[in-house]
């Protein structure tokens, strides 16, 4: 069973920076395409960025393109999340979800419904 841990939350000033990590467990780390979302209150679920299980591809929301970045390390079982430029409307409960790849199925990042495991998440505050 796939376990996945989220760390690096926090409060931060608008204009500030947070790295966002992702431990991943129970399963061949690199047989998974992995990606963020993030849930604010009251609102669904949105996805914020993605990579391929060999860091190939990334995908980003148009909402982060240029502030954030995802990254992978696959000897270390983990995953990142640099969020630089940070902006009160940043503000939610960010989630990893892990995504097998070796259903040789297109990747679809941005849907939900595409990952097969989630964290628990972690708190993003960024104030005014």
């Known amino acids: 069973q796939v376990q996945l841990v989220e760390s690096g939350g926090g409060l931060v000033q608008a204009g500030g920076s947070l790295r966002l990590s992702c431990t991943f467990s129970?399963?061949?780390?690199?047989?998974?395409?992995m990606g963020w979302f993030r849930q604010a209150p009251g609102k669904e679920r949105e996805f914020v960025a993605a990579?391929?299980?060999?860091?190939?591809?990334?995908d980003y929301a148009d909402s982060v393109n240029g502030r954030f970045t995802i990254t992978r390390d696959n000897p270390k079982n983990s995953m990142y999340l640099q969020m630089n430029r940070l902006q009160p409307e940043d503000t939610a409960v960010y989630y990893c979800?892990?995504?097998?790849?070796?259903?040789?199925?297109?990747?679809?990042?941005?849907?939900?419904?595409?990952?097969?495991?989630w964290g628990q998440g972690t708190q993003v505050t960024v104030s005014s």
């Open positions: 979800g892990a995504d097998w790849a070796g259903d040789g199925n297109s990747w679809h990042p941005i849907y939900s419904h595409s990952y097969d495991y």
């Open positions: 990579i391929t299980w060999n860091g190939g591809s990334t």
């Open positions: 129970g399963r061949t780390f690199n047989m998974y395409h």
